[in-house]
């Protein structure tokens, strides 16, 4: 990570799975970008089956409101998020024996057309749910293509939500950009791209 204060890049001490992310406060884990993007291996996968259920759907409105439009105190103005009865792939993810994670039991609902992950449910040790995630897809025409514009997560324990910068107010909210040398993402080439 780059941090421009100190202008030097540093080695994260454990970007993975349940570690909470810096970028939100605490209240995310890094295996919750995009609903699920965590390392498989620490976990039992299976496929339940398919079903019918609300799941937020082409939610390009909810990009072009402004900021503190959609974003509530406790949770997204439903004013903005689209949701729609639509199939999905039910997965369940239970913790492999000898492995960790504050939430040993999880399931995902991934939407069938596009194979996003769209909603997650997350339960603690007790077999409580704890946490769901979500993510809000578009339909981006012009890649062409669907894709999980902004993602989230709920801690029910808490009361708090996080969801990831939303860019509603900016001239460009994504653009298509070629594949990145593996220079790029070195401690002298982040720093020599980075902006103080």
Not at 10 to 27: E, F, M
Not at 138 to 166: E, K, S
Not at 173 to 184: D, E, L, M, R
């Amino acid at each position: 990570m780059y941090l421009t204060g100190q202008r030097r890049v540093r080695k994260l001490p454990n970007p993975c799975c349940d570690t909470p992310a810096g970028i939100s406060a605490g209240v995310a884990w890094f295996d919750e970008a995009d609903v699920f993007q965590g390392s498989p291996s620490r976990f039992d996968w299976k496929l339940v089956g398919k079903k019918e259920m609300l799941i937020p759907y082409n939610t390009n409105g909810a990009l072009q409101v402004k900021d503190f439009d959609l974003i509530g105190e406790h949770h997204l103005n439903p004013d903005h998020v689209r949701w729609e009865l639509h199939r999905v792939w039910v997965i369940d993810a239970n913790l492999k024996p000898g492995q960790r994670h504050v939430s040993p039991k999880n399931r995902y609902y991934i939407d069938e057309d596009s194979w996003n992950a769209v909603l997650s449910d997350r339960y603690d040790a007790k077999g409580q749910l704890a946490r769901t995630g979500f993510g809000l897809p578009i339909n981006a025409p012009d890649l062409p293509g669907t894709f999980v514009a902004a993602w989230g997560t709920y801690d029910m324990n808490v009361g708090q939500y996080f969801i990831t910068v939303v860019m509603n107010e900016q001239a460009e909210q994504y653009k298509t950009v070629a594949s990145q040398p593996n220079s790029t993402f070195t401690p002298d080439g982040m720093s020599g791209s980075s902006a103080r």
